[in-house]
């Protein structure tokens, strides 16, 4: 049976010039959201008279972009190699501010995005006092993926009776978390968006989300709205992340509204395949690298391994997959055995994904698109696309902001209570 492989398709292209999200696409070209993915993906041939439409728009889109565009001004917290950067430039944002402590992740994001801004390191060295949280430039926006360290209010009670002060600042002291709220604190930027894994939720009993909840609802007086998001419908990956959205002022966003895409991609979408060009050192003469195939010793280990605890009557272990799967999470461990994820091969040993997979995986690249630079070592490059935000999934909470997000920053601050619909038709007729 032949197969058929995505391919470069000049649609996408087209859409990305329009400045068009999947979404207004599907509703201007009267076709479904997942037809229009399929015409992104190359997996269909795009009607022609849809490839007119948008070329027409494409043509305009500096007229367009214009209005589409919000021109704010964000920063990028616990930036990695910068998911949420790709996804906030898209809808117009400009970053001023980035933080990123990993040297190798900073090598990674300065090789693929201009910034006219020093990246600077450990955010802890800019939340010390009033002078150090100066040095963080004014913004409208705050995006960050900030890691999964847990905290636990247990001692609180304890530093409570020592007549220590309530709240954030003692609740949380020590966490990156008290470094975020004291940064939102003194900038009150208009909105942000925070991701982190989902457990986040039930962590101490539910506890940690509490008083995160608590801090940015009733101490930074933020409205927000969160919602605990699959990639699984913009990517053939299985990566549940909570994505937590604030507004300085009630504008109305929630989470209630956000929709996935009616779109189930495969993995044959991102790996390598025969039609493509070589890219050393992954992909060699049509085919992936020997590398990436499982020593003899490491794939008996797993074998062993999986079989000991199936044995004891639980599911631990790697996990084989083919084209016409959908992978587990990507973990920033991959790199050690790759056995969340390993990829069945005819006649051989399974393998690990490649990077550049991984970059298809998260989002960086397109669907057979091998854009995204990848200057670091494969053991560098698992560990930060193991890290990141699927982009797209940050791409679609970015879109769905971008309304509120020009509603923020046109309406005067003492215009606190306007429904977003009076303020849409405000700057409609601004123009
Ligand atoms: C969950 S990852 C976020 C990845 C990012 N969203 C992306 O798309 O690549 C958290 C990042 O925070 C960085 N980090 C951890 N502690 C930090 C600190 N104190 N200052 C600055 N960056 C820090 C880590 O190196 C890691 O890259």
């Known amino acids: 049976m032949s197969k058929t492989y995505p391919v470069k398709s000049n649609f996408n292209e087209l859409l990305e010039k329009s400045g068009l999200s999947p979404k207004e696409a599907s509703e201007i070209l009267d076709v479904s959201e997942r037809t229009i993915y399929r015409w992104i993906n190359g997996d269909s041939k795009p009607k022609s008279l849809a490839c007119k439409l948008v070329k027409d728009l494409s043509e305009k889109a500096n007229t367009l972009s214009v209005k589409r565009k919000a021109e704010f001004k964000y920063i990028d917290l616990f930036a990695g190699i910068g998911g949420f950067r790709k996804a906030f430039d898209s809808i117009g944002g400009h970053c001023v501010f980035t933080s990123e402590w990993d ?17 600077v390191g450990d955010i802890r060295g800019f939340t010390q006092d009033e002078e150090s949280l100066k040095l963080i430039p004014e913004h409208d926006v705050l995006v960050a993926g900030f890691p999964c360290q ?24 020590g966490t990156l978390f008290f470094d975020l709220a004291q940064i939102i604190e003194y900038h009150e930027p208009k909105a942000f968006l925070l991701e982190n894994v989902k457990n986040l939720v039930s962590h101490d009993k539910g506890n940690t989300f509490k008083v995160i909840k608590r ?46 895409p009616d779109f189930n991609p495969l993995l044959e979408t991102i790996l390598h395949n025969p039609n493509e060009e070589d890219e050393l050192p992954f992909f060699i003469d049509g085919n992936v690298a020997d590398k990436y195939t499982l020593t003899p010793k490491l794939w008996d280990y797993l074998v062993s391994y999986k079989a000991k605890h199936r044995a004891k009557g639980n599911g631990f272990g790697f996990s084989l997959t083919n084209e016409k799967g959908v992978s587990r999470t990507l973990s920033a461990r991959y790199y050690k055995d790759g ?24 989002g960086f690249d397109n669907f057979g698109e091998s854009n995204f630079k990848i200057p670091v070592s494969d053991t560098q490059a698992y560990r930060q696309f193991g890290n990141a935000v699927v982009v797209p999934v940050a791409k679609s909470i970015a879109e769905m902001m971008l309304p509120y997000i020009q509603a923020a920053i046109n309406i005067p601050d003492n215009q606190l209570e306007i429904p977003l619909h009076e303020i849409e038709s405000k700057i409609a007729a601004n123009g």
């Not at 040297?103 to 990246?119: E, G, V």
């Not at 636990?152 to 007549?163: F, M, Q, Y």
């Open 103 to 119: 040297k190798n992740s900073r090598i990674t994001y300065q090789a693929n995005y201009q910034c006219d801004h020093d990246l």
């Open 150 to 173: 847990p905290f636990s209010i247990a001692g609180v009670s304890k530093k409570n009776s020592l007549g220590k002060a309530h709240g954030f600042k003692c609740d949380t002291q």
């Open 215 to 260: 801090t940015l609802e009733e101490e930074l007086g933020y409205f927000i709205s969160h919602k605990v998001i699959d990639a699984r419908y913009w990517v053939p990956q299985h990566r549940e992340r909570i994505f937590i959205v604030g507004f300085k002022k009630d504008l109305g966003f929630g989470f209630d509204n956000f929709s996935v």
């Open 339 to 362: 056995s969340e994820i390993l990829i069945d091969q005819k006649g051989k040993r399974p393998r690990r994904l490649t990077p550049r997979e991984c970059a298809r995986l998260m």
